[in-house]
């Protein structure tokens, strides 16, 4: 799941996917902090900051695995 949404191409598909991914979070006891997501979500595609996309993918690609290696 965390794929697609790493590789979402569009905001509308990223959204799609986060929206999915959230319940299954609750569900599985993962815990989520709303305000770093919240924050994250304004500057993702802030045209003054076009690296940013790629920047949070890989936050997060490495969040997600180390959460899981856990």
């Known amino acids: 799941m965390e794929g697609v949404l790493l590789t ?3 905001a509308d598909e990223f959204a799609m996917h986060l929206r999915s991914l959230v319940p299954l ?3 599985a006891g993962v ?3 709303y305000d770093l997501l919240r924050s994250a979500l304004r ?3 802030d045209p003054h900051r076009p690296d940013t996309v ?4 890989q936050q997060w690609d490495r969040d997600f695995h180390r959460a899981a290696t856990s």
């Open 8 to 10: 979402s191409a569009d």
């Open 31 to 33: 815990g989520l902090d």
């Open 54 to 57: 790629s920047k949070l993918r």
């Open 25 to 27: 979070l609750n569900r």
């Open 43 to 45: 500057v993702r595609d």
